[in-house]
């Protein structure tokens, strides 16, 4: 899985350098090579090289997209399950893809090849930005990269407290059977079925490669992560839900995640010619944690503006409007406002299943905006608005209330539906 790399005897000259190696900068490797970036210098500063199977992302896009011939299964259909019953999601024109990283990893490394870029590979330390070049040490001031932009995908705090702090966390089970026990034309988006947390939200979710193998997963939306009993705990509950035997099935692999859902504000461009992308960048929808199709966004955007010559800094990763409606949303789950199944129940009830879909990825018009917000509990929403609106009038006026802690966290191993 993982191939360390010598390091660069002395600084290299580059035009771009990615800093951190992980899902962000496979897919900006990708999309420079696909745009034929030949004559550009590439550095890559990461102290392992990626490889094979460590994390699954979950995305949904129209068919016929550049990665298609890199998904493990697609669905043109998906399950949204409570206690009250079974709903299915029709999604075309879109579609719900499974994307597993080893051929990410694999296209990543074959750009790299063509591209001609060199590895570094040691650990970046502090960037030093002079405004036309930027250096980046390692973690003990030596420099290793001198390159006129530099793409930071390292995990990195937010710029201060967000007033609601909380995180995605899930484990996942690869799990094997010897006989047909799934159903790969059936996706399980979201299972609400598992025991609620006393402050958060839960589900499980079904993601069937075939009728034998299967990625079954569980999730929380919470202030906190569990111990390993757990969510060990929780999954053999899940599978139980399922009627799956665990004593016929095979754990083949295990998945873990945590992921900042925080209205935080993260700096996406730090200095003149240094650009943060992935999490750090703001690719993370706070209200949900999808990450992947943002991360996506930007590697084009990046390779696009390369092309033409111009700064590699992609446009925000969500609306304005989104993030507030995301700070809101959070607010009404962290107070209790609202009762989180309920209200995901209601966004998929009251909404066309495309409309929710391209919310989520933070591709709807204002128009779509309103008829989303109009689905949510008016009563619970606006109160939460106006705690929102009182909130940001205090920091403002330097009188807010202590803001909730930040996690620091690294990039989670799955992404279970966008990320």
Do not use: C, K
């Not at 010598?6 to 000259?13: A, C, G, K």
């Not at 949904?60 to 298609?68: E, K, M, R």
């Not at 075939?210 to 999954?235: H, I, N």
């Amino acid at each position: 899985m993982w191939q360390r790399e010598r390091v660069h005897p002395t600084p290299v000259e580059a035009d771009v350098a990615l800093v951190g190696g992980g899902g962000a900068a496979s897919l900006v490797l990708a999309a420079l090579g696909r745009h034929d970036l030949t004559g550009l210098r590439v550095a890559v500063v990461d102290p392992v090289r990626r490889r094979g199977q460590d994390r699954t992302w979950a995305f949904w896009g129209a068919p016929g997209g550049d990665l298609d011939p890199l998904l493990s299964a697609s669905w043109s259909r998906v399950d949204v399950v409570t206690r009250a019953g079974r709903r299915v999601l029709p999604l075309t024109p879109l579609r719900y893809a499974m994307l597993r990283s080893g051929p990410v990893y694999d296209r990543a490394a074959a750009a790299e090849r063509r591209l001609s870029a060199v590895r570094i590979g040691a650990p970046a330390g502090a960037l030093a930005d002079d405004g036309h070049r930027v250096t980046v040490h390692d973690p003990e001031g030596r420099p290793l990269v001198r390159a006129g932009w530099v793409l930071d995908s390292r995990p990195r705090p937010p710029a201060r407290p967000g007033r609601t702090s909380w995180v995605q966390h899930f484990r996942g089970w690869w799990l094997a059977a010897d006989r047909p026990v799934f159903d790969p034309e059936r996706a399980v988006l979201m299972d609400f079925r598992t025991p609620q947390p006393a402050r958060g939200v839960s589900f499980g979710y079904v993601l069937p490669v075939d009728d034998r193998y299967a990625l079954v997963e569980y999730t929380e939306f919470a202030p906190d992560v569990l111990t390993d009993a757990g969510y060990d705990a929780a999954l053999r509950g899940y599978a139980g839900l399922l009627g799956l035997d665990l004593t016929g099935l095979r754990v083949r692999e295990v998945e873990n995640g945590v992921i900042p859902m925080t209205d935080a504000p993260f700096v996406t461009h730090p200095s003149p010619r240094v650009v943060r992308l992935g999490t750090a960048g703001g690719a993370t929808r706070p209200s949900t944690g999808f990450t992947f199709s943002a991360m996506l966004r930007q590697a084009e955007q990046v390779a696009r503006a390369l092309a033409a010559g111009r700064p590699p800094v992609p446009a925000p990763a969500y609306p304005g409007r989104h993030r507030w409606m995301d700070a809101v949303a959070l607010r009404a789950l962290d107070r209790g406002h609202v009762d989180g199944v309920a209200f995901f129940e209601r966004l998929f009830d009251r909404n066309p299943p495309e409309r929710v879909l391209r919310f989520l990825d933070g591709a709807t018009s204002p128009a779509e905006d309103l008829a989303v917000m109009r689905s949510s509990p008016l009563l619970p929403m606006t109160g939460a608005v106006l705690g929102d609106a009182v909130d940001r009038l205090r920091a403002r006026l330097g009188r807010g209330p202590a803001s909730a802690p930040v996690r620091e966290d690294g990039p989670r191993t799955a992404d279970q539906a966008g990320s």
